[in-house]
């Protein structure tokens, strides 16, 4: 069965099939080679599939990133980083930095974060003589922080498929979403000691103030999201309401960018967008269920049952196994696809579903930044209109930085337990 599935599922994507007709076709074949086929099982389970409450949460936060990017929202805070570090040796490296760790408290999404921070930093880096592979490589390898500090879009797909508590997700995301901007910032200065560009001056107090605040707007939509979390004050799926309407409002009327003629378009770019995760997020509950029918899940541990009596190798065994995947396969469907066949292991091992959620996640998004379908890396190539190849070079430090926080990760869960228990 686990030969039927991964065949037909790789074998679709080997022939061009977009991944939600790949997942039905897997999910078909595993249906007749259980000689059950039903084309009625298939049309349930993909409507149930996308009839989950906590999946509105996505269509409403992808809406809140487009709606600060055409609001001014993403703007501001580019400004407010250049305030405080722009004048610094290096200093437009660790504005993108910084920057995509504010806004990945915004949007939850990799692709979105460095769409709009590449457009406003990577010609900024270029005119000012930074490398363009480099410059592009640290801006693509710090959006990938966006999807694990909340809020963060494949979380939200972790918690559905896994069934374990979004809002736990989105706190223990946090201290490992700022390791990893932490570690860039180390990297980062390591490598621009050489930099000889012109040094911008260094911003007056009266200057940083006034950057705060023109970006106090924008800065508090992490703070009200994590606080109304925090508190209960709202589900994760309400919290994506609140910082859409929040977005909108503060585009509107505050910075008065955003006008009433744009809000068409940037409900299509959204409904869009929503439209191909949904779609995706349907078919692999498709998949789901036919695996777990099929006792995939159970066959897989049958091979691995020796290593659930060690649940550190057991880790790096399927971490190393979800890097492997990362370079064959996007973000969402692989979390889609493999969360549910390697979760009954994890927990017959005693590891924490909520910790192993996220470090899954940071895993395969570290596949965004790996080539030949690092999505991230095709946006960076768009953007600073150089070639795959040059941006690989440009990155890999960068990566390594990201597999050195993932190792920490595994080697010590208290990064992620210790404090996700104090936020609880």
Known sequence: MIGVFLGSLFGSLTLGVPIAFALLA???????????????????????????????????FVLAGELMNAGGISKRIVDFSMALVGHIRGGLGFVAIIASIL???????AVADTAALGAILIPMMIAKGYNVNTSTGIICASGIIAP??????????????????????????????????????????????KDTSELPPRKSAKEIWKAIQDASFALMLPVIIIGGLRGG????TEAAV?????????????YRELKMEELYHVLIASA???SVVMF???AAMVSAWLITVANVPAEIAGYMGSLVESPLIL??????????????????PAILIFTPVLLPLVKMAGIDPVYFGIVMVINLCIGLITPPVGTVLYVGCGISKISLVELTKGIWPFLVVHVIVLLLLILFPEIITVPLAWLN
């Not at 009625?40 to 989950?52: E, P, S």
């Not at 004050?233 to 994760?236: E, S």
């Open 233 to 236: 004050v709202f589900t994760p």
């Open 272 to 274: 869009k967008t929503t």
């Open 103 to 109: 806004f990945a408290g915004l949007s939850g999404s």
């Open 148 to 193: 694990v500090i909340p809020p963060s879009i494949p979380m939200i797909l972790f918690g559905v498929t896994a069934g374990v508590s979004i809002t736990d997700l989105f706190m223990g995301g946090i201290i490992p979403g700022v390791m990893m901007g932490v570690g860039l910032m180390i990297g980062w200065f390591f490598m621009s000691r």
């Open 280 to 282: 995706v997020a349907a």
């Open 242 to 254: 609140v910082a859409a309407f929040y977005a909108l409002f503060v585009g509107l009327f505050i």
């Open 315 to 332: 880790m790096m065994v399927i971490m190393i196994f979800l890097l492997l995947i990362g370079l064959v396969m996007d973000l969402t």
């Open 26 to 60: 897997s999910a078909v074949m595993l249906m007749f080679a259980m000689g059950t086929f039903d084309s009625q099982i298939v049309a349930q389970n993909l409507i149930n599939g996308a009839n989950n409450f906590s999946l509105m949460a996505i269509p409403f």
